[in-house]
């Protein structure tokens, strides 16, 4: 059963691109109020290595693009892949794409590491279902994550994740124990609350 949240439009945000123009893709997880947010949480600077995890549609691998950032936007899901690398093209805008789980596929150091993971409890069958699934308790794919992050940092990197009330708050704190956390942003739904946070890997 589809679970992807309700779209919301945005229509004051700041730093939204309208001029950004994507299409959907079927079997895609398409831009939501949590995509929007995590936009708006993100501000790289030209120059920068930026690795979008879980790239969707690629709305935010778009942004950054456009920043002038250098990106790459991985996903699990081929049609993703696809979907991403056909938005760019129509927006003459450069990244490099790949299928990858998680980090498998992922070479290099980044100085940011953008990530809006599947939050949902449950367990994903097909490709759109792995895009909410976050496990028996909505933290499993961000708990993976998270453990190999740090090693594709640069120097003074940042990750920087999207979170959501409907995550257990107990294996949430657990997981996220080892970074500096910094909130960046909040957004109040009906049903829920999103939050970003900058998570910075603890000297060990």
């Known amino acids: 059963m589809e679970m992807i949240p309700p779209k919301i439009e945005f229509e004051t ?3 939204i691109d309208k001029s950004i123009e994507v299409n959907e893709c079927e079997s895609v997880y398409p831009p939501r109020e949590d995509t929007y947010l995590l936009i708006e949480c993100v ?8 690795l979008e995890m879980g790239c969707g549609s690629g709305l935010l691998s778009l942004h950054c693009a456009k920043m002038g950032a250098i990106v790459v936007a991985v996903d699990i899901n081929q049609k993703a892949v696809d979907c991403t690398s056909a938005n760019l093209e129509r927006n003459h805008l450069q990244a490099k794409v790949d299928r990858s789980d998680l980090f498998s596929n992922v070479v290099g150091r980044f100085d ?3 990530f809006n993971p599947p939050y949902l409890v449950g367990t994903g069958e097909d490709d759109i279902d792995r895009s909410w699934a976050g496990g028996k308790d909505g933290v499993q794919i961000l708990e993976r994550f998270l453990r190999e992050a740090p090693d594709h940092l640069a120097p003074g990197g940042q990750v920087i994740v999207l979170l959501s009330t409907m995550m257990k708050e ?3 704190t657990r997981t996220l124990s080892a970074f500096e956390r910094r909130r960046l942003g909040t957004k109040g739904l009906f049903f829920e609350e999103l939050w970003v946070e900058e998570l910075t890997p603890m000297v060990k």
């Open 13 to 15: 945000a700041m730093n």
């Open 43 to 50: 501000e790289p600077m030209a120059g920068q290595r930026v």
């Open 112 to 114: 940011l590491i953008l």
């Open 170 to 172: 107990a294996p949430l």
